[in-house]
C-alpha cells in the first residue's frame, strides 16, 4: 500500500523533537538575552544542556530510523501537483533542519567542553555526559563554538518560520493539508485516547454493500464502483462524539463496465494508480443530520497524495430481518475530480469528463464481535 504517512516512529521523534527544539530555543535565547537573575540563568542552562544532550541522542535515532524507512521505501511521497522548484526547496530545508538538529547540539557540546569553567554536564542530576576530549580550555575553540551556536540558533529560528510558513502556505493557497503526512489517523488517536470507549466495533461486508462513482462523459452518464476496500467503523448514535469511520479503497479495483474507460482510470493523469494505488477517508467529525437516522460527516479525503476536506450526509438504519444485528447506510458525496488533480491534464476545463463526481455508498456492517 503506498504510504501517505511518515511512519509512526517518525511521527512521534518529529513532534517531540519539535517540542524540545522549541524549549531549547527558547532557554537559549532566554539565557542569551542575559535579562533573567544569575542564578536562574545558571539554573536554565544546566537544563539547556540536559535536554540538549537528549536532543542529540534523538536526532541520532530519528536519522538512523529516517534511513531504514527509505530502504524500504516507507517514506511517502510528496503531492504530485508540487511544482520542481518547491520539491527541491522542501528538500533542501529538511536537510537544513536536518543539519542544525545535529550541529545545534554538538556546537554545544564544544563549547561547554572548551569553556574555562570546565563544568560537568549532569544529566538530571544523575549520570555526567562527559566532555568532547583534547579541547578542555582551549578559549578560540570556546568563542568559536559560542560564536556558532549563536548563530545556528538564528538559523534554526529561520529554517524553522520557513518550514511552517511553507506548511501554511500549502494548506491555505494551494489547499493541501501536509499535516496528516505527520499525524495519525483520528481513529488511531482515539483509539490511543480511549476516546471511542462507547462506540461499537463494527464491520463492512463489502460483498453485500457497494462504494460507487457516477458522473458525466461527452454528456452521457458513467457509473462506476470499487470492488475492494476496507473501512474501520466505531458506531454509537447516542455517542456520536465517540463514531468514526475510516476507510481505505483500492483505487485499482474500479470498475465501470466500459473497457475504454476501464483502461483510462488507472493511467498517470486520473488515478495514478501505479504511485497512489489507494484513496483514505478518515472522519473528524460526525454529528446529527435534520432528520431522524440522517447524519453528517466531515473528515479528509486523500486521493492521489493530496488531502482535502470532505463532508457527507447518510442514514442508518438497522436491516430488516437480519439477526446478527446489521445496520445500512447509505449516502455520498460529490467531489470536485480537479481538486485532486484527476484529469488534470487531459481535460482541466471538464469538456468531456464532468468536474463534480458522485460517490455513492451503500453499506452494510455488523458489530465486529458477531463475525
Ligand atoms: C523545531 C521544530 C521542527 C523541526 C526541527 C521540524 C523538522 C522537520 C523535518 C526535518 C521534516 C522532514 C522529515 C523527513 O523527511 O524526515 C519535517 C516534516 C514536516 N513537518 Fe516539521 N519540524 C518542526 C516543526 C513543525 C511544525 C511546528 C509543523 C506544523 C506546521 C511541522 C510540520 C511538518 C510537516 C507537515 C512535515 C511533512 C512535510 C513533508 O512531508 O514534506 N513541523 N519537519
Ligand atoms: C537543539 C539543541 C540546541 C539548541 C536549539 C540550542 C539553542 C541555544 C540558543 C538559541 C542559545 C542562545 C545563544 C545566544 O544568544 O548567545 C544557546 C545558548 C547556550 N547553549 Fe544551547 N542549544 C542547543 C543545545 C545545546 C547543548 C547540547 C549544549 C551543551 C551541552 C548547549 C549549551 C549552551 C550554553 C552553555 C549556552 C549559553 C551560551 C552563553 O551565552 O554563554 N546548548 N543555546
Same mark, same amino acid.
Given at each position: ?47 539547556? #544542556? =540536559?535536554?540538549?544532550? %537528549?536532543?542529540?541522542? /534523538?536526532?541520532?535515532?530519528? $536519522?538512523?530510523?529516517? +534511513?531504514?524507512?527509505?530502504? @524500504? ?14 520539491? #527541491? =526547496?522542501?528538500?533542501? %530545508?529538511?536537510?537544513? /533542519?536536518?543539519?542544525?538538529? $545535529?550541529?545545534?547540539? +554538538?556546537?554545544?557540546?564544544? @563549547? ?15 549520570? =555526567? ?243
Amino acid at each position: 500500500m503506498a504510504t501517505t504517512r511518515y511512519p509512526a516512529l517518525l511521527v512521534i521523534l518529529h513532534w517531540l523533537l519539535a517540542l524540545m527544539i522549541v524549549g531549547m530555543l527558547g532557554s537559549g535565547l532566554a539565557v542569551g538575552s542575559d535579562l533573567l537573575p544569575k542564578m536562574k540563568q545558571f539554573q536554565i542552562i544546566q537544563w539547556h #544542556k =540536559a535536554f540538549g544532550v %537528549g536532543v542529540l541522542l /534523538l536526532v541520532g535515532l530519528r $536519522i538512523l530510523v529516517r +534511513l531504514w524507512a527509505m530502504a @524500504m521505501h516507507k517514506i511517502p511521497a510528496l503531492p504530485q501537483t508540487f511544482k520542481p522548484w518547491e520539491l #527541491k =526547496a522542501a528538500h533542501l %530545508g529538511h536537510i537544513g /533542519l536536518y543539519a542544525a538538529m $545535529i550541529f545545534m547540539p +554538538l556546537t554545544g557540546w564544544l @563549547m561547554v567542553s572548551s569553556s574555562p569553567y570546565g563544568l560537568p554536564t549532569m544529566l538530571w542530576g544523575t549520570v =555526567a555526559w562527559p566532555h568532547l576530549p583534547g579541547v578542555a580550555g582551549l578559549t578560540w575553540v570556546n568563542e568559536v563554538a559560542k560564536e556558532s551556536h549563536e548563530l545556528l540558533g538564528f538559523a534554526l529560528l529561520a529554517l524553522l518560520a520557513a518550514h511552517v510558513g511553507a506548511v501554511a502556505k500549502h494548506y491555505f493557497q494551494d489547499k493541501i493539508n501536509l499535516l496528516p503526512r505527520v499525524w495519525f489517523g483520528v481513529l488511531a488517536v482515539a483509539l490511543l485516547l480511549g476516546s471511542t470507549a462507547n462506540a461499537t466495533p463494527y464491520t463492512a461486508l463489502v460483498a453485500q454493500s457497494s462504494v460507487g462513482f457516477k458522473g458525466t462523459h461527452a454528456g452521457a452518464e458513467f457509473k462506476g464502483k470499487f470492488d475492494s476496500w476496507q473501512t474501520e467503523i466505531q458506531w454509537n448514535p447516542a455517542e456520536l462524539a465517540q463514531s468514526r469511520i475510516s476507510a481505505t479503497i483500492n483505487l485499482t479495483s474500479a470498475r465501470t463496465g466500459n473497457p475504454t474507460y476501464d483502461a483510462t482510470l488507472p493511467t498517470a493523469d486520473w488515478f495514478n494508480t501505479t504511485k497512489f494505488p489507494h484513496a483514505t477517508f478518515t472522519s473528524t467529525k460526525i454529528t446529527k443530520g435534520a432528520k431522524a437516522n440522517t447524519y453528517a460527516a466531515k473528515g479528509t479525503l486523500t486521493l492521489r497524495g493530496l488531502v482535502q476536506p470532505v463532508a457527507f450526509t447518510f442514514s442508518v438504519v438497522p436491516m430488516a430481518g437480519r439477526t446478527d444485528g446489521a445496520l445500512r447506510a447509505i449516502g455520498g458525496m460529490q467531489l470536485d475530480r480537479l481538486a485532486y488533480g484527476i484529469g488534470a491534464a487531459s481535460d482541466p476545463a471538464a469538456e468531456w469528463v464532468s468536474r463534480p463526481i458522485t460517490v455513492t455508498l451503500d453499506i452494510v456492517a455488523t458489530p465486529a464481535v458477531a463475525q
